[in-house]
């Protein structure tokens, strides 16, 4: 891509404005029930709703934030170091995995 429409492309992009909405907390859920049952994001459920383009998630996936105290926590619950991030991820991940999927008989 040329210079000219890479800086077209950003300049269309800074244009984006964020627009947050307070809802019941009835119409909110149901949004985001429905982004779960289609498989989009919150965001684009609401501009498919509204007949705006929109597209899948590419990587879909949940968000946590975790502060110092939560690390500290978590490295007590799943016995390792509070400052390994990546080992109490994982072993997030596999809690959340075994809270949701069925038991095997």
Same mark, same amino acid.
């Given at each position: 891509?040329?210079?000219?429409?890479?800086?077209?492309?950003?300049?269309?992009?800074?244009?984006?404005?964020?627009?947050?909405?307070?809802?019941?907390?009835?119409?909110?859920?149901?949004?985001?029930?429905?982004?779960?049952?289609?498989?989009? @994001?919150? =965001?684009?459920? *609401?501009?498919?709703? %509204?007949?705006?383009?929109?597209? /899948?998630?590419?990587? +879909?996936?949940l968000t946590?934030?975790?502060?110092?105290?939560?690390?500290?926590?978590?490295?007590?619950?799943?016995?390792?170091?509070? @400052?390994? =991030?990546?080992? *109490?991820?994982?072993? %997030?991940?596999?809690?959340?995995? /075994?809270?949701?999927? +069925?038991?095997?008989?």
């Amino acid at each position: 891509m040329s210079k000219k429409g890479e800086l077209k492309k950003k300049d269309t992009t800074a244009k984006s404005v964020q627009v947050a909405f307070e809802l019941e907390q009835q119409i909110a859920r149901a949004i985001h029930t429905l982004a779960a049952q289609e498989g989009l @994001t919150p =965001s684009s459920q *609401i501009r498919k709703m %509204i007949g705006l383009s929109y597209s /899948a998630p590419k990587r +879909p996936r949940l968000t946590l934030s975790l502060s110092p105290s939560d690390y500290q926590q978590l490295g007590e619950k799943y016995n390792t170091d509070p @400052t390994n =991030s990546v080992e *109490i991820k994982r072993q %997030i991940m596999q809690e959340l995995i /075994a809270l949701i999927e +069925p038991e095997e008989p």
